[in-house]
Structures are given as C-alpha cells and as structure tokens.
C-alpha cells in the first residue's frame, strides 16, 4: 500500500523562526508532490506544488524534494501565528497525476 | 483555481438513512474527487467521479454504499446509504482543473453525523 508519512507533531516555533515540516513517500513512481495548509474545521488549501528535484519558492513559502531519498519538506520563513495550522503532505499514486494519497498531518503552533 | 460549493455544510442524521451531498464547480473541470477525513485523521480517496460513467471506487468503498453521479463537467453527488455511526465524517469534493498538473481543490465539505 502507498504511503505518505509525516511527523504529527505538534511542531512549536516562535513567531519569527523558520518552520521545517517533512514527509517522506513509499511510492517511487509518484512523481507530482503537494503541501496543503488545513486549519480547525476547515477543507485542505493549496500552498505549493513541486514536480522536480530541488527547492521552489513561493514568498515565505519554499518546497523541497528529493526524489532519491523519497523526501518533500516544507520551509516557511518569518513564521506568522497565522501559519498556525495543520499541513498536509500529498503524493499521486496509482500513475495518475490527480490521485492523491495523503499524510496524516503535522499540526503547526506559532507562538506571539 | 476553482471555487467549489458543497452542500449541506453540515448534517445529523439517523442510523439506517441516506442522504446525498452535492458539489458544484464554477467552472468546467476535469476530474471531481470525493475524499473522507474521518475525526483526527487525514484525507481517504472514496472515488473518482467520472463524467457520463459508472465512478471508480477505491479499495474499501463500493458503490452500494456511496453512489456516485457526475452528469456533467460542473456537478457531482455522492450519497451516503444505509449510514451507520462509523460513517460519521465530513465528505470532501475536490476537483482538478483542465490543466494536467495533478493540483486539486477541495470544497468546504460536508459534516455528517450519524446517530
């Protein structure tokens, strides 16, 4: 069964720090990889997307992957108690690049 | 991206009953998605929902249990049948967009709990 793991967490950081969420993938034909931000009682958002080894940037935002390792992470820079949320790792699956398997989350705390 | 409308928002409901949860899309898309997120847990993929056919369930959903419709490219429903208590979740549409780039949306879900 494929697979998408990622720490639960919580992961605690001070208003300002660099948050580092990771993920690590059991697929190794997936080849499309995306975080999403989730907050209480709320549906999955779209923050970033990343198809090819290396790093990608989006503001405070940057995605990296390394595909021989099986690993994604996610930077957030300036880290805002906005942030405060649970990221979901995802990964496609089954050859198609719209079927998604899904980690179970890493709950993000931002303090003041 | 796509802005996607999913109604109810929320429901209870009574064990042995069905109710059906519709997505609507603003714009055309290309496939629709229905995903369960149990309390506490991540996102399950239940099936693909594909326009004019018979949707493709995963492992562990069968469509006795949540019949799928996707008459066009805009619109999908997915009912619940027989609910039991596990059932107990919000229901997730998603869709992706013409573009082949594997990034979905989700709509806002529905809550469903079953007495």
């Known amino acids: 069964q494929k697979e998408v793991e990622q720490n639960s967490g919580p992961l605690s950081v001070p208003e300002g720090a660099i948050a580092s969420l990771n993920c690590t993938y059991s697929?190794?034909?997936?080849?499309?990889f995306f975080w999403y931000r989730q907050y209480s009682g709320k549906s999955p958002e779209l923050i970033m997307s990343?198809?090819?080894?290396g790093d990608k940037e989006d503001g405070r935002f940057t995605a990296q992957l390394n595909k021989a390792s099986q690993y994604v992470s996610l930077l957030i820079r300036d880290s805002q108690p906005s942030d405060s949320a649970t990221y979901l790792c995802?990964?496609?699956?089954?050859?198609?690049?719209?079927?998604?398997?899904f980690g179970k989350g890493t709950l993000l705390t931002v303090n003041p | 991206s796509a802005v996607i409308s999913q109604k109810p928002s929320r429901d209870i409901c009574q064990r042995g009953t069905s109710l059906t949860i519709q997505c609507q899309v603003d714009?055309?898309?290309?496939?629709m998605f229905w995903y369960r997120q149990q309390p506490g847990q991540s996102l399950t993929l239940i099936a693909t929902a594909n326009q004019g056919s018979e949707a493709t369930y995963e492992s562990g959903f069968v469509i006795d249990k949540f019949p799928i419709s996707r008459p066009n490219l805009t619109f999908s429903t997915l009912t619940v049948s027989n609910m039991s208590p596990e059932d107990s979740s919000i229901y997730l549409c998603s869709a992706g967009l013409t573009r082949n780039t594997g990034e979905l949306f989700f709509g806002e879900g529905s809550r469903l709990t079953v007495l």
């Open positions: 714009s055309q898309v290309t496939m």
């Open positions: 990343i198809y090819s080894n």
């Open positions: 697929d190794r034909v997936s080849q499309s």
């Open positions: 995802a990964a496609n699956s089954g050859g198609s690049n719209y079927k998604l398997t």
